[in-house]
């Protein structure tokens, strides 16, 4: 559909087969001296890094930014500062599970550190009461490199999740998770969602609602924008 | 992407320019002699004539199913029938218009009478904090094609919901409103949702998903079909 994304920490091989051969990729970072956004001083830094990369990509015309965190690092802020639509892994898998099942979905996520923000992401997405458990590998972005550990990790907790939670959707809380959903959900038999896949394509969907309709997020309450301090102001009036 | 969808009550002219031309479109009915489904009756017998020709749609290769009535009918027994993706234009409008605000959203419904049964959707889905208010043109869906006396009482009602309800999104909540939401939009300043266009571009990425990754509803509790009486069991396990 000849769409520009631009994508934060989304890596070339887990685009593949994902995304129209037309599509224009501009791949964005949270910054290259840091590993992963376990923490919320990192998570600052990575935002601060980010930021005018993110409005320089708006200025050169992408129809839209993936967030590749399942934090959603940044998704204020950058609502706040951009017009286009700011699309982040984990609100996408959230919503998507929520569709998927008539119970609760549950999200397996790396460390119990991480429960917290995510499950605070979730109450304000108002999604809470679908959520059955949170289950953690406990492994850091890092040990998630061992893919077999990483998927037997994965078996492991959701089992519990469905035997226990009484789960009916698994969401990997983590993009250094890709890739080992279909195989987790062929063992499983409920489907298990790959975050970087529901976030390109929820970004797709998006960008093209986008350019159809002219929607995107609402400059109401939380995003409003119109005393930011900035010199250049990015995002237009909503009614553009 | 040459997908096959099937659509239920979904008019040739409301498609244009939102899916790309290699998708193969099979038009399904709740019943041509049926002109809204405003009445709890109404959607059992549509649902029942929708039934057969659904199941039918799927053994003929169709890759996802849009029910196009603001109410889902049909939703959860055609989940339960159907393996591939069945998508309603009101759970995906109501998904949709909370990705992109952080307050509330409103939806604008032709009678009061509807409302009942759109909020208890809502409340299954797990939406009911972010709705700010459900809100009543008081029209019946054949009034609604005088198309300015909608139109304006969308508007007027829109207006309401701002400034009373302090709602960030409107969601058009019904099909018989489809066409009005960008003029809309321009005019109030917030987003505007089609759920005609949310639904056709919600179900093309979930076809899409089912496709590249395997992905449909769970068939945990709910869409539990492993007992059902039907003599062919159109679904498959849910780990194939």
Redesign the interface.
């Known amino acids: ?1 000849g769409q520009k994304l631009a994508l934060v920490d989304i890596a070339d091989e887990w685009i593949e ?2 995304l ?1 051969d037309e599509c224009a990729i501009e791949h964005l970072t949270f910054g290259a001296d840091l590993t992963n956004l376990e923490y919320h001083y990192y998570e600052h830094v990575a935002l601060h890094n980010l930021i005018p990369a993110a409005i320089e990509a708006e200025k050169n015309g992408a129809d839209g930014l993936l967030l590749g965190c399942f934090y959603d690092p940044g998704l ?1 802020e950058l ?1 706040e500062l951009l017009q286009m639509p700011v ?1 982040g892994v984990g ?2 898998t959230l ?2 599970a ?6 609760k979905f549950s999200v397996i996520v790396g460390r119990n550190k991480w429960i917290p923000k995510m499950a605070d992401n979730a109450r ?7 959520i059955a458990s949170w289950r953690s590998l406990e492994m850091s972005v890092a040990q998630m490199d061992d893919r077999e550990r990483a998927y037997e990790a994965i078996i492991r907790e959701a089992k519990v999740a469905m035997e226990v939670d ?4 698994i969401c990997l809380g983590c993009t250094g998770l890709t890739g080992l ?2 195989r987790a ?10 975050p970087v ?2 976030g390109l ?2 970004l ?3 960008a ?2 986008w350019r ?12 409003f924008c119109g005393s930011l301090f900035w010199a250049s102001k990015p995002k237009q ?3 553009t």
């Not at 959900?185 to 790959?194: A, C, H, K, R, S």
């Open positions: 559909m087969g994902l129209g204020r609502r699309v609100e996408a919503h998507t929520a569709t998927l099942c008539a119970g304000s997405y108002g999604l809470e009461t679908r009484r789960t009916e959707v959903a279909r959900q062929q063992e499983l038999g409920i489907p298990v969602l790959d896949a529901i394509k929820v797709e969907f998006r093209e609602l159809l309709q002219g929607v995107s997020h609402s400059s109401g309450s939380r995003y009036a909503a009614n």
